[in-house]
Nanobody
Framework: QVQLVESGGGLVQAGGSLRLSCAAS????????MAWFRQAPGKEREFVAAINWSERMSYADSAKGRFTISRDVAKNTVFLQMNSLKPEDTAIYFCALAQNLAPTIRVTDTGEYNSWGQGTQVTVAS
């Protein structure tokens, strides 16, 4: 059974930075696609960034140039470094793991992911 535990959220001023962590157990993250999604109040969950088994990274347009996804295989942990934060980045951030190993996986699709963490709140004050 896969468990994903996020941490690192908090309150930050606009322009600030946060680093989110997602510690995984039950699966070796190097074998799968790992991703970050976020959900703001009243909105649908949306894709932020993903990293696959070959360390290919994908980003939402809103994250490009500001966010960086990475992983530490030894710690079985995925990170999301978020810089130049904006009030519109305020949301609950979720870590997810996809067991689909096909190269055609749609990393932006929540339906591709089998396991989710409980989320960590990020609030950016203006």
């Amino acid at each position: 059974q896969v468990q994903l535990v996020e941490s690192g959220g908090g309150l930050v001023q606009a322009g600030g930075s946060l680093r989110l962590s997602c510690a995984a157990s039950g699966r070796t993250i190097s074998l799968y696609t790992m991703a970050w999604f976020r959900q703001a109040p009243g909105k649908e969950r949306e894709f932020v960034a993903a990293i696959n088994w070959s360390e290919r990274m994908s980003y939402a347009d809103s994250a490009k140039g500001r966010f960086t996804i990475s992983r530490d295989v030894a710690k079985n942990t995925v990170f999301l470094q978020m810089n130049s934060l904006k009030p519109e980045d305020t949301a609950i951030y979720f870590c997810a793991l996809a067991q689909n190993l096909a190269p055609t996986i749609r990393v932006t699709d929540t339906g591709e992911y089998n396991s989710w963490g409980q989320g960590t709140q990020v609030t950016v004050a203006s």
